[in-house]
């Protein structure tokens, strides 16, 4: 897997999965082998916006410290 795939990349190869699948468009063969792929790309999106709700509140939360520092002088 490409380490530096992004979260747009995962998605959209993961909802072509998904069709694929529901369309019946995978043989039975291919089937675990996209499974398993569908898998780290579910964990690749789940890390990536796990990473920005982190990064989203070290922004809220220096943003209110900034806020408070400046009602407080």
């Known amino acids: 897997m490409n380490p530096n795939i992004n ?3 995962a998605f959209k190869e ?3 999965i998904v069709k694929d699948i529901e369309t ?3 043989s039975l063969d291919q089937l675990a082998s996209k499974v398993k792929r569908a898998a780290i790309l579910i964990k690749v999106c789940k890390d ?3 990473a920005t709700e982190d990064d989203v509140q070290t922004i809220i939360n220096d ?3 900034t ?3 400046k009602t407080t002088n």
């Open 7 to 9: 979260y747009e990349q």
């Open 14 to 16: 993961l909802q072509d």
């Open 24 to 26: 019946g468009n995978i």
């Open 48 to 50: 990536k916006i796990t």
């Open 63 to 65: 943003l209110d410290t």
């Open 67 to 69: 806020v408070q520092q």
